[in-house]
């Protein structure tokens, strides 16, 4: 794990700018020796992060990183986002952002807080699987939100979340390509560009706090998106150069505060007309795992709660409102 202000992370900043830097020059300007800098850059490696090293002329990091900075991110924010975030947490590496705000709830005082951190060691997915969460290379961001609603009335919002993840996205400047798959994976040309998670602590008739998790790619090595064995793509594939990380999470905020607000008011009814029209499954033949069954039908699109829609074989349309859901493969 990378503190912030350890040596590997002193490293880190120097190293961020993608050029050579000497042993003898990064001990020089962090006053430190030779071994202790080599120590640091054995740490920085064993948190996956590629240095190369050649004789004579030191170590660098291929390409650099664009490291997080709460100025950055927040010169980025609209006023709208800046007022209502109570606090701004930014971490180096923590197991996961999800379960750090989960952690911080204290339903006496609600607070909105966001939270983005470098690495996470524990990084979430949907359904138990974890969420590789490399360093300095992808947004790994959770906000904590207070609803003066019932849990109950919450169905529907991890979709308006993916709506809000793709308008943040269009701000950015990726408008061709993005689709949703049911309820609330992004993909652009059916490669998996993110991923949300959404964790609801509430008592009926009380209100609820939610952690809103998401995962964005931003920059993922061939290597990496091998070992995932699934068709993935990142933001620097899809824009071909360098991700400006800080304004990706400026403009999530800015997306998420908004979108959050529409939903208090007006619940998923606002959001169903774009989540449609970007639905990647609609007319496809698909397998919906539930808890207990397998169900094969055509997707029909969602229901006004957000629920999927089946046409099952006997010409029925079923709503399911949870579950996972793979194509069938079609014979040959
Ligand atoms: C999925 O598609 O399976 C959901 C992935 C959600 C990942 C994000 S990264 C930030 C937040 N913290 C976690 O541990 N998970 C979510």
């Known amino acids: 794990m990378i503190k912030k202000h350890s040596t590997a992370h002193q490293l880190l900043t120097l190293l961020s700018d993608g050029g050579f830097h000497s ?5 020089k300007t962090l006053k430190m020796t030779r071994s202790a800098i080599w120590k640091g850059i054995k740490q920085l490696e064993s948190s996956d992060i590629i240095v190369e090293s050649l004789s004579g002329k030191g170590y660098c990091i291929p390409n650099g990183l664009d490291l997080l900075e709460e100025a950055k991110i927040r010169n980025y924010l609209d006023a709208n986002a800046s007022k209502a975030i109570d606090e701004f947490v930014l971490l180096g590496s923590t197991e996961s952002t999800n379960d750090f705000l989960l952690s911080q709830i204290d339903t006496t005082q609600p ?14 997915g949907r359904r138990g699987r974890s969420w590789v969460s490399p360093f300095g290379n992808n947004i790994y961001h959770s906000l ?5 609603k019932d849990p109950s009335e919450l169905m529907g919002l991890s979709l308006a979340i993916a709506v809000a993840s793709v308008r943040a996205l269009n701000q950015y400047g990726i408008e061709d390509g993005l689709e949703l798959k049911w309820p609330n994976d992004i993909f652009w040309k059916s490669h998996k560009l993110a991923g949300i998670l959404i964790e609801l602590i509430g008592q009926p008739h009380e209100g609820c706090e939610v952690v809103i998790g998401i995962g964005i790619n931003t920059r ?4 990496q998106i091998d070992a995932l064995n699934r068709p993935i793509t990142s933001i620097e594939k899809i824009t071909q150069e360098a991700a400006n990380r800080n304004q990706l999470a400026g403009l999530l905020l800015n997306a998420l505060v908004a979108s959050l607000q529409e939903f208090e008011k007006h619940g998923l009814a606002s959001f169903l007309k774009e989540w449609g ?5 609609r007319g ?8 207990k069954h397998s169900i094969t039908g055509i997707m029909q699109g969602i229901s006004e709660k957000g629920a999927l829609l089946l046409l099952d074989k006997n010409g029925k349309v079923q709503p399911y409102l949870s579950g996972e859901t793979t194509l069938e493969q079609k014979s040959p």
Do not use: Y
């Not at 042993?23 to 001990?27: Q, V």
């Not at 993922?220 to 290597?223: A, G, K, R």
């Open 144 to 148: 904590l939100w207070n609803f003066d």
């Open 220 to 223: 993922l090595s061939e290597e």
């Open 23 to 27: 042993g003898e020059d990064l001990g």
């Open 111 to 124: 607070k909105t807080i966001a939270c983005f951190a470098e690495q996470q060691t524990k990084g979430k």
């Open 277 to 281: 029209a970007l639905d990647m499954l």
């Open 284 to 291: 496809k033949t698909l397998n919906l795992q539930t808890a």
